[in-house]
């Protein structure tokens, strides 16, 4: 089973930066299409940026310009740039890994593993 741990989150002040990253375990990881998602309180998981095994990437018109996914193989990991943070970015942010296709997907139905989350605060 695919293991996902995701690092980097905390608490910045409008316009500030963070960059999360997603560390991979348990299947060949090069091959792996990998997205990130974010749930905010009272509102449904959604879609943030997905990059493909080949590394094709896709971002939210919400985030595009300011965030940008990115993955290093060897080191079995995932990234994302966060710049220009707004409150409304706050959110829990999931890492999840897509083992079907490899393409990368912008729907959750189809990520089979997920990580635990990790908490993204943005003040004003």
């Known amino acids: 089973q695919v293991q996902l741990v995701e690092s980097g989150g905390g608490l910045v002040q409008a316009g500030g930066s963070l960059r999360l990253s997603c560390a991979a375990s348990?299947?060949?990881?090069?091959?792996?299409?990998m997205g990130w998602f974010r749930q905010a309180p009272g509102k449904e998981r959604e879609f943030v940026a997905t990059?493909?095994?080949?590394?094709?990437?896709y971002h939210a018109g919400s985030v595009e310009g300011r965030f940008t996914i990115s993955r290093v193989n060897a080191k079995n990991t995932v990234y994302l740039q966060m710049n220009s943070l707004k409150p409304e970015d706050t959110a829990v942010y999931y890492c999840?890994?897509?083992?079907?296709?490899?393409?990368?997907?912008?729907?959750?139905?189809?990520?089979?593993?997920w990580g635990q989350g990790t908490q993204v605060t943005v003040s004003s």
């Open positions: 999840a890994a897509e083992t079907r296709s490899g393409y990368g997907s912008s729907r959750i139905s189809e990520y089979d593993y």
């Open positions: 348990g299947r060949t990881f090069s091959s792996t299409a």
């Open positions: 990059i493909s095994g080949s590394g094709n990437t």
